[in-house]
């Protein structure tokens, strides 16, 4: 049987600011620039796709963050996995990646760049095995980790959701 243990070792999993453990398998020798990025990116290039796979177990979740491109997951391998999303408009958006589609599980979905968002293994369950592919590639310059006391104040509706999400 497939495990979290099983899998960070296979894949030479590492772990990962936000949370969990992940591995880089791609990113583009293609640069995009110039024009074609918003003033939001700092620096002048990005690759123009980055992907990994990502994993958190049942002990782990993916703090609150934001990056500045869309970034889309894909289900692979484990127990379904929630994502946690802030739209602009402050309304809690939770998404569950999974084999279940009867139960409205996704085996793809896409965070829209500059939301915050989060993830964590479905309560039950054991592992999460994702892929998430962002577009123009990521790169650490683009990524905001949360402040708890800062996301609460600005969404004090979803307090308890950010104070569970957030180190």
């Known amino acids: 049987m497939r495990s979290a243990k099983y899998y960070k070792e296979i894949l030479s999993l590492i772990e990962h600011p936000e949370g969990g453990a992940y591995r880089?398998?791609?990113?583009?020798?293609?640069?995009?620039?110039?024009?074609?990025?918003?003033?939001?990116?700092?620096?002048?290039?990005?690759?123009?796709?980055?992907?990994?796979?990502?994993?958190l177990d049942s002990t782990e979740f993916s703090a609150f963050h934001k990056i500045k491109?869309?970034?889309i997951w894909n289900f692979y391998d484990g127990d379904p996995l929630e994502v946690y999303e802030i739209d602009e408009t402050g309304k809690l958006i939770v998404t569950t990646l999974g084999r279940d589609i009867e139960k409205k599980q996704k085996f793809q979905y896409?965070?829209?760049?500059?939301?915050?968002?989060?993830?964590?293994?479905?309560?039950?369950?054991?592992?999460?095995?994702?892929?998430?592919?962002?577009?123009?590639?990521?790169?650490?310059?683009?990524?905001?980790?949360a402040s708890s006391q800062e996301l609460i104040k600005k969404y004090p509706h979803l307090s308890d959701t950010i104070s569970s999400l957030t180190v």
């Open 69 to 71: 491109s869309d970034e």
């Open 110 to 145: 896409t965070v829209t760049k500059g939301r915050w968002f989060a993830s964590r293994v479905k309560a039950g369950g054991d592992f999460s095995l994702v892929g998430c592919t962002v577009s123009p590639g990521f790169d650490f310059l683009d990524f905001t980790l």
């Open 24 to 55: 880089e398998v791609y990113r583009s020798d293609d640069m995009v620039g110039g024009e074609s990025l918003s003033d939001d990116f700092e620096g002048d290039t990005r690759n123009i796709c980055t992907s990994i796979y990502f994993l």
